[in-house]
């Protein structure tokens, strides 16, 4: 779980990204396409066209981190283009996005679980 100041805002780009990109690829589209600082401390996530494949980007004052998730089933609620490039969100609906809860219908998105191992008869 991500603890994030409400200081702090979240960009998310509305277009795929190649998630083969790391540190310099995503902090060029940060500042080149979406025209946003990545030096501000600010999250800015990507996912790629299937939308199970996402990740953030956030510098932290001394270097950029990147966190990725991949869905082993389902796909993340990405809002759709609209004309805009990217569009923020909070901290609490990135939480949501990630957690697998579908804004438009309020309702939990299938997602992958391990089958629980049977413990062995004694």
């Given at each position: 779980m991500l603890t994030l100041p409400p200081s702090v805002r979240i960009f998310l780009a509305l277009e795929p990204a190649d998630m083969r990109q790391s540190f310099d690829g995503l902090c060029a589209l940060a500042?080149?396409?979406?025209?946003?600082?990545p030096f501000a401390g600010h999250l800015f996530a990507f996912a790629?066209?299937?939308?199970?494949m996402l990740k953030v980007l956030v510098w932290d004052r001394s270097g950029f981190a990147l966190y990725a998730k991949r869905l082993e089933r389902g796909r993340f609620d990405w809002p759709?283009?609209?004309?805009?490039?990217?569009?923020?969100?909070?901290?609490?609906?990135?939480?949501?996005l990630l957690e697998g809860l579908d804004a438009s219908s309020g309702t939990w998105r299938r997602r992958y679980a391990r089958p629980v191992a049977e413990?062995?008869?004694?």
């Open positions: 500042r080149d396409v979406r025209s946003l600082d790629n066209r299937r939308h199970d759709s283009p609209a004309g805009k490039a990217s569009v923020e969100m909070t901290s609490r609906e990135l939480m949501a413990a062995a008869p004694q």
